[in-house]
């Protein structure tokens, strides 16, 4: 069990270990970290298949249940089994699993598994060491257990929207949904805390998780800031400010964006080798060369008020000129030469061509044997010498591709009873 990703004989690092993935969407992350570390995770789906399959992009566009990218990349590595919880056999069979294995990760919304009779008090009586893992957007308990949490609601009530934008603008989102991607890998850090007082104790857990906590985690030093500051952090969009100084975060050049840190003192000697750089092409370096950065406090810019804030922009405009006659490559590629605090912004394509996750090994080709392919996929987001992640996952599982060899072989059910359970709708 899970060791089909060893590498060199290396086993992962939880290679015997075996759950069950109750989850939905994004959550599906929780038990893909798992599989990626040798957990043998199993989902568990109702009989039509789970409704994370029905969320695309899908593979040449077909929308179907079994071609969903998104399924395939959260679900890869884990095996599937098909059971419907709400009927009185489905929940028979679930208890009978449960004695077999080492998690059950879920996120339901808050109390469902009570109401279906499988809560964690029921749980721990069937399997007394069993790690009951709860993803909700709010946690088990207070005046909003039981709402709904999607990402926008997520994003508003953890802060992270009001960071998020120009200031003179209304507060945004990220635009790609990811907080609940959060909460699932905290739910695999904390399942993991879990199992080593499980090891040091033998006692089982019931872990439950708050997505809009794991969206103030993602606030960092925001925080701190009214205790430490006394002063609420506000967003800055496409600029930073020292002071009152506006500072870009963000400048264009010829195919997309680059960031650079244009601030003096002991960082002075990044944009005093830009100057050089600049001069030797012949740019101009009127304003910005005007000064040895080494030697530019910005309190002094501070105290000259409005001339402090034009003698930026003009270093601005003279870097947004050198900027637009270069490309990302070549600006970052004559930054590391230069020791230039300067860095492309990537976008995904950039990301799949990078030159450091190749030499890393980053990437995976995993095979789909129904398409007649191998598809890329990302690798190992770890790298561990003597227990190394799970190497060459297998593809996402096809529904209920596995209730043979579950319900069968480890169950004891005949072919007759897998076949009237079918017709009955439990599996």
Not at 235 to 252: C, F, N, Q, S, V
Request: aromatic share 8%; hydrophobic share 40%; with cysteine.
């Amino acid at each position: 069990m899970g060791t089909s990703g060893a590498v060199e004989g290396r086993l992962p690092p939880l290679a015997g270990y075996r759950a069950l993935d109750l989850t939905q969407y994004e959550e599906n992350v929780c038990g893909k970290m798992m599989a990626d570390l040798g957990v043998e995770v199993i989902r568990v789906e109702p009989p039509q298949g789970d409704p994370t399959r029905r969320r695309g992009p899908f593979y040449h566009d077909d929308p179907s249940p079994e071609r969903s990218l998104f399924f395939w990349y959260y679900n890869r590595g884990k095996r599937a089994i098909t059971l419907n919880l709400s009927s009185p056999d489905g929940q028979a069979l679930f208890k009978k699993l449960v004695p077999k294995v080492d998690w059950v990760i879920e996120s339901f919304p808050a109390g469902t598994l009570e109401k279906l009779g499988l809560g964690w008090e029921r749980l721990k009586e069937l399997n007394p060491r069993l790690i009951l893992t709860s993803i909700t957007p709010f946690g088990a308990n207070g005046p909003y257990k039981s709402f709904l949490g999607p990402d926008l609601v997520l994003s508003a009530l953890g802060g992270a929207s009001f960071l998020a934008g120009d200031p003179q603008r209304q507060p945004l989102r990220i635009s790609f949904p990811q907080y609940h991607l959060h909460a699932g890998a905290e739910a695999c850090a904390a399942s993991m805390i879990a199992h080593w007082d499980r090891q040091k104790h033998g006692r089982g857990h019931h872990v439950t998780v708050a997505a809009q906590l794991s969206v103030i985690r993602t606030l960092m030093n925001a925080t701190g800031f009214p205790p430490m500051q006394h002063e609420v952090l506000q967003r800055e969009g496409a600029w930073m400010k020292l002071g009152t100084i506006p500072i870009p975060a963000a400048i264009p050049c010829k195919d997309g964006y680059a960031t650079i840190m244009l601030v003096g003192g002991s960082l002075g000697g990044s944009i005093n080798a830009l100057v050089q750089w600049m001069h030797e092409e012949g740019f101009s370096v009127e304003t910005i060369g005007s000064r040895n950065w080494k030697e530019l406090d910005f309190i002094e810019l501070l105290q000259m008020g409005e001339a402090g804030n034009v003698f930026i922009q003009r270093v601005v405009n003279e870097v947004e000129q050198f900027f637009a006659a270069h490309t990302k490559a070549e600006l970052f590629e004559g930054a590391v030469q230069r020791r230039i605090l300067l860095a492309p912004i990537n976008n995904v394509q950039d990301i799949a061509q990078d030159v450091q996750l190749a030499a890393r090994d980053y990437w995976r080709e995993v095979e789909h044997e129904a398409e007649g392919t191998k598809l890329r996929y990302p690798g190992p987001w770890v790298k561990m010498t003597a227990t190394p992640l799970v190497d060459n996952p297998k593809r996402a599982p096809r529904i209920g591709e596995d209730n043979v060899a579950i319900y069968q072989e480890e169950l004891g059910l005949s072919t007759e009873q897998l076949h009237s359970l079918a017709q009955a709708g439990v599996i």
